[in-house]
C-alpha cells in the first residue's frame, strides 16, 4: 500500500505525504458515504469500502457508517479539528459547495509541500495540483460552451 511505503520511506516525505494521502482518504470516505446515502448498500458494505487510515479511521469511520443524511455526515466530519473548519465555511443546505471546499482544502495542503524542502511529496502535490488545473479548464470551458460566462468563478479553485 502506498502510504505504507511513504512512511518507510520516513522522515519530511513520510510527514508531508501521510497529511495528504490521509485528506485523500478522508475525502474518499466522506464521498462514498454521500454516495450511497439512499440506497441499498449496508453499512457493513459501506464500511468495507473505506481505507485503513486517514484522519477518521477508525472512530470517523464507524460514524460515517451509520449516518443516513447530510447533518450526521456533517456531524461525524466536525468532530475532527481539520475538517470543522471546512465545514463551518459550509452554510446548512449547502451540501452542494462541500467539493469545490474539499477542492481548496486540497490545493491549500499541496501548496504547502512546498514550503518544506528535500522531499518526494512535491511531485504528489504537484501532480494533484495540475489535476486541478485541468478540472479549472474543463468547467470554463464548459460555462463557454453552454453560454453561462456570468458563472466561470462559481466552479474555479484557484491554485495561488
Known amino acids: 500500500d502506498f502510504a505504507a511505503f511513504c512512511n518507510k520511506l520516513g522522515g519530511t ?7 495528504l494521502l490521509a485528506f485523500e ?45 447530510f447533518d450526521q455526515i456533517r ?13 463551518l465555511k459550509l452554510g446548512y443546505g449547502e451540501a452542494q459547495m462541500l467539493d469545490k471546499l474539499l477542492y481548496e482544502e486540497e490545493v491549500k495542503r499541496c501548496c504547502a ?10 511531485f504528489y502535490a ?14 470554463v470551458s464548459e460555462c463557454v460552451a453552454q453560454d453561462q460566462k456570468a458563472r466561470i468563478n462559481d466552479g474555479i479553485v484557484f491554485l495561488f
Open 113 to 122: 509541500c512546498f514550503e518544506q524542502q528535500f522531499h518526494y511529496g512535491v
Open 126 to 139: 504537484y501532480m494533484k495540483l495540475r489535476e486541478q488545473e485541468i478540472r479549472n479548464i474543463m468547467w
Open 75 to 87: 456531524a461525524a466530519m466536525e468532530k475532527v479539528p481539520a475538517y470543522a473548519n471546512v465545514f
Open 13 to 19: 516525505t513520510a510527514e508531508v505525504m501521510s497529511d
Open 25 to 69: 482518504a478522508d475525502r474518499r470516505a466522506l464521498n462514498i458515504t454521500l454516495n450511497s446515502i439512499g440506497t441499498e448498500l449496508t453499512r457493513d458494505d459501506r464500511k468495507k469500502l473505506y481505507s485503513n487510515f486517514g484522519l477518521l479511521y477508525p472512530h470517523g469511520h464507524n460514524e460515517l457508517s451509520i449516518a443516513e443524511d
